[in-house]
Each structure stands twice: as structure tokens, then as C-alpha cells.
């Protein structure tokens, strides 16, 4: 079978990127200890409501006026399922399920998260703006999937 040579120098260049792509991931993977984001800790997904912090989830304010959320997810709903906020409050959710795979979504903002049974995973927003915001499941957890809302009032 017979290649053009510019046909075979182009297969070489995209086999050769390969090799670098791979080659940098192996080295950051390895030494500089990349990782996918999220999944800051396990948990025992069948005793979360008896595991601080999930046994009293809500909002907290921690002493440099920042807010830590903790939240659990269950078909069909959020808990908590509303937070009120003030303005400019930064807030860093702490997310986990107590039963199957959820989403923890907030439209139109930078968090969104995939919730699995027995890990902790979480995201930190800052409200500039006031207003009403949905947190939305956006992985199908079931039938009552598309009604699982909460609400994060900033004001
Ligand atoms: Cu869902």
C-alpha cells in the first residue's frame, strides 16, 4: 500500500503530539501531583446524618466572615433547602449524598458538582449580586429527579 509521504509525515506529527501529550501527563500525574478536581474527602454514605459536620448541615460563618455550607443530598431534595446570604458573601459548599449519584448545580454561576455516595466534594463561590439562586440536580437521580431544587437568597 502506498502512503504519500506528506500523508505519512502528518500521521508521524499527530502520533508524535500523542507521545508529548502523554509523556506530560504521565509527569504531572506522577511528580507535580495533578489530580480531577473535587472529592475532598470519604465518608461512610450510610451514616452521614451521624458524621459532623453532615449531622447539622447549613451554613456556618467562620471567623474571617466567610461561610462554609454543608449540604446533603437525598432523593428528592436538598438539605438544607435554603440558605440566606448577605452580599459579597463567599461561600464554600461542602457536598455529599446520602443515598445515590446527584448533581449540585447553581445555573449561570462557576459551581457544579457531581455528588457520589461516600465522598465529600465542594466549591467556593462568591455572591456579588443579590437575588434569588436555584441549586438544580443536574445528574438523574430518579422520578422525582427534576423536582429536586434549593434556594440560595442573597440579599
Ligand atoms: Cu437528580
Known sequence: MHIHRYERLWIWIGVATLGVFFVLLAYLGVSAGLAPPGHNWPIDPTKVYSTPPFDHPGLRRRADGSYDAYYVAQVFSWNPSTITIPVGAKVTFYV???DVVHGFSIPDKDVNLEIMPG???????TFRTPGTFLIVCNQYCGIGHQGMFGKIIVK
Open 119 to 125: 465522598w465529600v466534594n465542594s466549591a467556593t463561590h
Open 96 to 98: 455529599t449524598s446520602a
